[in-house]
């Protein structure tokens, strides 16, 4: 009986983790401006080139405090959807998977005091072994259960090199509403069997929107083609928007007045409304991120203050879906952090967020989707310019986990 009752509590315990929250996320309210990049440029995805001497990832955050905290942080290695893999912690992570967040400082002549923190990956503490994705996770040392947020990475093989092209003559329409990719991985040297059954090609536009393809279309001599396949084709979308509050003295871009209510600075962006049915615009922006930013500061990191923002989106309320606020500063997740709430003396989407001074790049989106594909907010025009980071994973026969053999970002 005992026997029968640990293996259902086993059994339990492995649901549980698999079913677990995987998503970058900011879980305690007092955390802010979570970041994580490629450490040598932040417009570059969070991915370490496995074996490449100086290849890292950066994580940055900060808390709202008066002081430090004792901060620890652990690797958790995932498949290719994200969920836990099935190996043990040293199979992916040399030595004790604990490490230590030391590199942090005091914010410095700002109305919001708060505790920046850095973190790089691989460092003397943490070194990932394998490829595939990673969740980092922070904690406080004195309660490891509660992670206080998390984000995604990623550690590549790169023994597979990526080509792609993107184009507006799809399968679906011409130079209208959607955009359709054609990749091509070299398989030449990287001892891959069985190409059509053991890999497997990730693509995410943005950021955020992501398809799968669990099979090429054709294999050639050393080359798997992907063509022609629904995942390829992608909603083409539109710049993002953006605004920018590095001085509190004028209205940047994106602005239409500061004003200080003691404790904070209040910002009220410009008024919002849907772009779906007006003429496209050309803007190269940031592909969703944010960057902090101070003008005429040297160290914007600890010297930007932090603004209460307000959003306001004016269209008519929707008879389905909710609106939610889109891009790395939420995350990207469609949670009450950025759910924005109807307001029917404005006739508008509104939404106030306690963001730091800097560059940023957001859209609106619905949720859950309508059921057209159509875009009603911002829309889809073919010209846009979107970000594709292309994974691709291998997975043998009897093989525990995904490997990641191969990247590409396409701009």
Known sequence: MKRVIN???????FGAFAAMDTENGVFDPDFKSMRIYGAANPMLPPIIRLGEPGSAVTLSFDEIAEDTRYLRYRLIHCNSDWRPSDLIESDYVNGFNLGE??????????????????????????????SGNYLLQVYDDNDPDEVLLQAR?????????????????????YNSHHQQLEVEA????????????????????????????DKPQRIVPGKAIYAHQKPLVFPAGNEYRRF???????????????????????????????????????????????FPNLLFSDDPDIESDYLVTHFQLTM?????????????????????????????????????????????????????APDTEENRIEGDYFETNNEYLLLLYQREPGARYDRLVGTLLVR
Do not use: C
Not at 248 to 258: K, P
């Open 7 to 13: 293996l259902i509590f086993l059994l339990i315990s």
């Open 153 to 173: 990475f990623m550690v590549s093989e790169e023994k597979v090199p990526l080509s792609a092209k993107v184009t507006s003559s799809t399968d679906v329409d």
């Open 101 to 130: 967040i030391y590199s942090y400082a005091l914010s410095q002549r700002t109305l919001v005091h708060y505790v920046h923190y850095d973190l790089t990956l691989p460092n003397d503490e943490v070194q990932p072994l394998i």
């Open 316 to 368: 008519p309320r929707l008879a389905k879906g909710d609106v939610y606020l889109e891009g790395d500063f939420t995350q990207r997740r469609r949670d009450s952090d950025s759910r924005m709430i109807y307001d029917e003396s404005l006739g508008a989407y509104v939404k106030t967020m306690l963001l730091k001074q800097g560059l940023y790049n957001y859209q609106y989106v619905i949720e859950p």
């Open 244 to 290: 920018e509050s590095t001085n509190v003295r004028y209205a940047g871009m994106g602005i239409d007045e500061f004003q200080l209510i003691e404790p904070y600075y209040h910002v009220k962006l410009r008024n919002d409304v849907p772009r779906a049915y007006r003429n496209y615009v050309y803007d190269e922006g940031q592909g969703g991120r944010y």
């Open 186 to 213: 070299d398989l030449a040297g990287a001892g891959i069997e069985d190409p059509f059954n053991d890999l497997r090609l990730k693509i995410t536009r943005n950021g955020s929107l992501t398809h799968q393809l």
